[in-house]
Nanobody, 125 residues
Framework: QVQLLESGGGLVQAGGSLRLSCAAS????????MAWFRQAPGKEREFVSC????????YYTDSVKGRFTISRDNAKNTVYLQMNNLKPEDTAVYSC??????????????????WGQGTQVTVFS
């Protein structure tokens, strides 16, 4: 069982930056591929980015490429999402997710078994 706790959300002006963190419980963090998803009001949950267990493979949805960077620190059991040049359309609740043990990084939400409760990101113009 993996428990995930996100932090770092907030209110930011367009063009600004935020760094989200997701801390995982347990001592086997490196066994899990990790991802960030987001859900805006009235919209379905959307894939944002994912990272492989070792951190050598990353994927991004097209709308955030060049602005967001996912990374992980397996020694700290934490995955990060650095978000730069934020836009109002990035406003959403951002949730991190963990795959089953030894799972692959995937853009599909079905590839993740464990979810955090989310952190709100609001970007105003």
């Amino acid at each position: 069982q993996v428990q995930l706790l996100e932090s770092g959300g907030g209110l930011v002006q367009a063009g600004g930056s935020l760094r989200l963190s997701c801390a995982a419980s347990g001592r086997t963090f490196s066994r899990y591929a990790m991802a960030w998803f987001r859900q805006a009001p009235g919209k379905e949950r959307e894939f944002v980015s994912c990272i492989s267990r070792s951190g050598d493979i990353t994927y991004y949805t097209d709308s955030v490429k060049g602005r967001f960077t996912i990374s992980r620190d397996n020694a700290k059991n934490t995955v990060y999402l650095q978000m730069n040049n934020l836009k109002p359309e990035d406003t959403a609740v951002y949730s991190c997710a963990a795959s089953p043990p030894f799972g692959r990084a995937t853009m599909a939400s079905g590839g993740y078994n464990y979810w955090g409760q989310g952190t709100q990101v609001t970007v105003f113009s």
